[in-house]
């Protein structure tokens, strides 16, 4: 089992170092931890934020641990050397291009929730969000027109083959859940949507078992709020999953809890916080590293089929919240390593 760990930028130490803390002690056999820099850290070192050396640890390993990059001291560097090209360059070249992001209530954070209670305590959904196409991955510049007006573009796209792997895996997924499929696009506006609403119908086909429903994104990200507990399996685009899962991490209380694994054909995968850098509060023991244990919960599940530590993980951060196990961010007063301990102590 070799792991590698890249933990980036800002809080992304802080909170890798909780979850490899948390897989070390699950005692697996033959778990090999390969380190690797991604980000502003790797710019500042090799002046590029997804070295080539960084690159082979990936291919060589059976699966990622990524902590989270982004770094604004680097926003005016030119976009290829910009620490969110590690991210989007490592999720390209390895075809990563399923994002599983799930959101659910934990018991005993209903007042946490940016939402009502009773309305938060529904909340139990998958957003499958596509990760190598969309606007992110288009054709994109700037340019100063004829008249001296600067225009900037990014060219949103998908071909219907991006469209229709990421369905399959959306379908499959309700059939493991309550078998509800939303597909969230803007096809009453975008010819992209459009396309990706009747691939998505034709793949339909294949699922009868699952009930297929559409939904344009500004009313998908109303109803999160509204009632989030109609949603089952949410699948959708690039841009859209990025803005609707930060949404609902609110929803459950904080982005600090969203674990996310982003899955190539096969068994690679490469696992993380849906949250980024964080510098507001880099280096000062405030991060919540649960989104991140909960990440290597997946990668266990995922990419090695080990169910049981995958759970045992789960319990322990559920456990933990059940008892008052809280940051800052949920209303407490603990800090980063202090977390880390208390789901250690329940392992
Ligand atoms: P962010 O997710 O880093 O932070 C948003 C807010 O949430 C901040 O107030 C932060 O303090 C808080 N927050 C985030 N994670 C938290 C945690 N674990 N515990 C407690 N509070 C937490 O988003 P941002 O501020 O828009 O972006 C900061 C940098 O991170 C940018 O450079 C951005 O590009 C990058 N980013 C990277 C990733 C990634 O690596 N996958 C994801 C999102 C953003
Ligand atoms: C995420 C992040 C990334 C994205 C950025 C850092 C490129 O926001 O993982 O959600 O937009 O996908
Ligand atoms: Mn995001």
């Given at each position: 089992?070799?792991?590698?760990?890249?933990?980036?930028?800002?809080?992304?130490?802080?909170?890798?170092?909780?979850?490899?803390?948390?897989?070390?002690?699950?005692?697996?056999?033959?778990?090999?931890?390969?380190?690797?820099?991604?980000?502003?850290?790797?710019?500042?070192?090799?002046?590029?934020?997804?070295?080539?050396?960084?690159?082979?640890?990936?291919?060589?390993?059976?699966?990622?641990?990524?902590?989270?990059?982004?770094?604004?001291?680097?926003?005016?560097?030119?976009?290829?050397?910009?620490?969110?090209?590690?991210?989007?360059?490592?999720?390209?070249?390895?075809?990563l291009f399923a994002n599983l992001r799930p959101a659910k209530l934990f018991k005993g954070l209903e007042?946490?929730?940016?939402?009502?209670?009773?309305?938060?305590?529904?909340?139990?959904?998958?957003?499958?969000?596509?990760?190598?196409?969309?606007?992110?991955?288009?054709?994109?510049?700037?340019?100063?027109?004829?008249?001296?007006?600067?225009?900037?573009?990014?060219?949103?796209?998908?071909?219907?083959?991006?469209?229709?792997?990421?369905?399959?895996?959306?379908?499959?997924?309700?059939?493991?859940?309550?078998?509800?499929?939303?597909?969230?696009?803007?096809?009453?506006?975008?010819?992209?949507?459009?396309?990706?609403?009747?691939?998505?119908?034709?793949?339909?086909?294949?699922?009868?078992?699952?009930?297929?429903?559409?939904?344009?994104?500004?009313?998908?990200?109303?109803?999160?709020?509204?009632?989030?507990?109609?949603?089952?399996?949410?699948?959708?685009?690039?841009?859209?999953?990025?803005?609707?899962?930060?949404?609902?991490?609110?929803?459950?209380?904080?982005?600090?809890?969203?674990?996310?694994?982003?899955?190539?054909?096969?068994?690679?995968?490469?696992?993380?916080?849906?949250?980024?850098?964080?510098?507001?509060?880099?280096?000062?023991?405030?991060?919540?590293?649960?989104?991140?244990?909960?990440?290597?919960?997946?990668?266990?599940?995922?990419?090695?089929?080990?169910?049981?530590?995958?759970?045992?993980?789960?319990?322990?951060?559920?456990?933990a919240l059940a008892d008052g196990i809280r940051g800052g961010d949920l209303g407490g007063h603990l800090?980063?390593?202090?977390?880390?301990e208390g789901v250690l102590a329940r392992l």
């Amino acid at each position: 089992m070799k792991i590698a760990v890249f933990a980036g930028d800002g809080i992304g130490p802080e909170v890798t170092r909780e979850a490899v803390r948390v897989l070390k002690a699950l005692g697996l056999n033959d778990l090999e931890l390969v380190e690797g820099d991604v980000g502003g850290a790797a710019w500042r070192k090799h002046g590029h934020p997804l070295p080539p050396q960084t690159l082979e640890i990936a291919r060589s390993a059976d699966a990622i641990l990524f902590g989270a990059v982004g770094d604004f001291e680097c926003d005016r560097l030119e976009r290829h050397l910009r620490p969110e090209q590690a991210i989007l360059g490592l999720r390209k070249e390895l075809g990563l291009f399923a994002n599983l992001r799930p959101a659910k209530l934990f018991k005993g954070l209903e007042d946490s929730s940016a939402l009502r209670p009773e309305v938060a305590s529904a909340i139990d959904l998958l957003i499958v969000r596509e990760l190598n196409g969309d606007v992110y991955f288009g054709e994109k510049g700037t340019k100063v027109l004829p008249d001296g007006r600067r225009q900037g573009w990014d060219m949103m796209s998908y071909a219907e083959d991006e469209v229709r792997r990421i369905a399959h895996v959306a379908f499959k997924a309700a059939q493991g859940r309550r078998k509800l499929l939303c597909s969230v696009d803007k096809a009453n506006v975008l010819e992209t949507s459009q396309l990706w609403r009747d691939v998505v119908i034709e793949v339909a086909a294949d699922y009868p078992d699952v009930a297929l429903s559409h939904m344009y994104v500004d009313n998908a990200a109303m109803q999160l709020v509204r009632n989030p507990g109609q949603f089952d399996v949410i699948v959708t685009g690039n841009l859209f999953g990025d803005i609707l899962s930060d949404q609902a991490s609110m929803c459950v209380g904080s982005i600090g809890l969203l674990a996310s694994a982003a899955l190539a054909e096969g068994t690679m995968g490469l696992y993380e916080p849906i949250h980024g850098s964080a510098p507001d509060i880099a280096g000062q023991d405030k991060a919540n590293p649960l989104a991140c244990i909960l990440s290597a919960a997946m990668l266990l599940r995922h990419s090695f089929g080990l169910e049981a530590p995958a759970a045992r993980i789960e319990a322990a951060v559920a456990k933990a919240l059940a008892d008052g196990i809280r940051g800052g961010d949920l209303g407490g007063h603990l800090g980063t390593v202090a977390i880390g301990e208390g789901v250690l102590a329940r392992l």
